[in-house]
């Protein structure tokens, strides 16, 4: 799907995987991390208007889209949300940007809250959309969590479970997705879910994003586990969005909870469901455009 003339298309080798992405406009580099079961196509209806301030860049994480399927192995090391953000800052440096903003939603923001940590230099301030961090999630388990979130205990099946599942009927799953983490008046541009469909038919992307969540559930834990006893948490500004019609406005005081993480949390909701970028462009453009232009350039 194109995002204009403005935007190009790239594709840059880092030390662990192929990431595809696109990029344009000028002004101070902005990184755009895109979440399930989705690509970077889900930023089409803020990235070319965010363009006329930034330099905005959307890639593919490893696994989704076209960026490439590392293989995995028992420790599904090579979907950690750590490599997951090397790739990101090599792709940045490769772009000439060895400090950058960035914002992501949903699996994007696991990766952007794992890559401030490990990278403070890189990150000037990050913004996190629909989430709270991993570890308090799997910290406060309990039933409402598992119905709501099931499909966090589904994806880290092992054997191929969730992968010959799903593979049974990908659109019917993703276009699931999609309906039931949306809002109730959310409307999908069409050429943006036909090329989500596109890429979630392939096998191996399938597979690739239950590695996401098996690492979610293992190896991103440990290195939560240790960051929290030395006391890491993320230094720069962090702004954290989220939908007043999703899951985690229900569940959490998500502004409190961030709290815990960062150094600096400012927290507001939007009037929408779990995709803000699509359901609430305009009340999005408008935040981002606000809190970032107070980034350090």
């Known amino acids: 799907m194109d995002f204009g003339t403005e935007f190009a298309t790239g594709r840059i080798r880092t030390s662990g995987a192929d990431i595809h992405f696109v990029h344009g406009g000028k002004g101070p580099p902005l990184l ?26 959307c890639p593919d994480l490893r696994g989704y889209g076209d960026s490439s399927k590392p293989p995995s192995d028992a420790s599904h090391s090579a979907y950690a949300k750590r490599a997951m953000a090397m790739d990101m800052v090599e792709l940045m440096s490769h772009l000439g940007h060895p400090r950058f903003a960035m914002a992501g939603h949903d699996r ?24 709270v961090p991993t570890l308090h999630m ?25 992968e010959h599942m ?81 899951f985690v406005n229900r569940t959490y005081d998500v502004e409190t909870v961030w709290q815990d993480y960062a150094d600096t949390v400012e927290g507001r909701v939007l009037d929408c469901g779990h995709f803000l970028p699509e359901e609430a462009p305009v009340a999005l453009l408008a935040e981002l455009r606000r809190w970032h232009a107070f980034s350090e350039q």
């Open 138 to 162: 799997f910290r406060h388990t309990d039933q409402n969590f598992a119905t709501g979130y099931y499909h966090w205990f589904f994806l880290i099946q092992p054997h191929g479970l969730p």
């Open 108 to 131: 994007g923001a696991r990766v952007a809250h794992r890559m401030a940590l490990d990278h403070p230099e890189r990150v000037s301030r990050v913004c996190v959309m629909d989430i």
């Open 166 to 246: 799903i593979g049974m009927d990908p659109d019917y799953f993703l276009r699931e997705k999609l309906n039931r983490w949306s809002g109730p008046d959310a409307s999908f541009e069409p050429d943006a879910v036909s090329e989500y469909l596109r890429c979630f038919r392939d096998p191996r992307v399938i597979h690739a994003s239950c590695e996401d969540y098996r690492a979610a559930a293992s190896i991103d834990l440990e290195h939560d586990e240790y960051d929290r006893t030395c006391g890491k948490t993320v230094r720069c500004p962090l702004l954290v969005l989220w939908g007043s019609k999703g």
């Open 32 to 57: 755009l991390l895109h979440g399930y079961p989705q690509t970077h196509v889900m930023w089409h209806r803020v990235a070319p208007e965010l363009a006329r301030d930034f330099h905005v860049v």
